[in-house]
Nanobody
Framework: QVQLVESGGGSVQAGGSLRLSCAAFGYTVSSYCRAWFRQAPGKEREKVATISGGGIISYADSVKGRFTISPDNAKNTLYLQMNNLTPDDTAMYYC????????????????WGQGTQVTVSS
C-alpha cells in the first residue's frame, strides 16, 4: 500500500527556518513526479515546489530563493527546506507524488500525505 508521511512542521517566528520531510512507503519514488503543496485557511491549495522524474525543479514565485526541494532517493524521502519564513507561509503543507515522469496538474497527483502544519508568527 502506498503511503506518504510528512513531518517537520511546527511554529516559528518570521525569519526562521524549517525542514519538512516526506517519507514514502510501498513504492520507489525516484522516477515519479514529487511535489509539495500548501493550503491556508480560506485559500485554495497552492503548488509550492515540484521535482519531475528527470529531476527538473520548479517553484512557486512566492517561495523562489527561500525554499529548496530535494530528494534523498536512497531513503525514499523528499525534503522541503524553508528559510526566511514569513506569516504568509502559514499553512498546512502536503507532499504528493504521481507515477509520471513529467509533473501533472494538481488534480493529477495520485498519492497525498496527511499534511504537516507550519505556523509563522510575526
Amino acid at each position: 500500500q502506498v503511503q506518504l508521511v510528512e513531518s517537520g512542521g511546527g511554529s516559528v517566528q518570521a525569519g526562521g527556518s524549517l525542514r519538512l520531510s516526506c517519507a514514502a512507503f510501498g513504492y520507489t519514488v525516484s522516477s515519479y513526479c514529487r511535489a509539495w503543496f500548501r493550503q491556508a485557511p480560506g485559500k485554495e491549495r497552492e503548488k509550492v515546489a515540484t521535482i519531475s522524474g528527470g529531476g527538473i525543479i520548479s517553484y512557486a514565485d512566492s517561495v523562489k530563493g527561500r525554499f529548496t526541494i530535494s530528494p534523498d532517493n536512497a531513503k525514499n524521502t523528499l525534503y522541503l527546506q524553508m528559510n526566511n519564513l514569513t506569516p504568509d507561509d502559514t499553512a498546512m503543507y502536503y507532499c504528493a507524488s504521481a507515477p509520471r515522469w513529467i509533473c501533472p496538474p494538481p488534480n493529477g497527483f495520485n498519492y497525498w500525505g496527511q499534511g504537516t502544519q507550519v505556523t509563522v508568527s510575526s
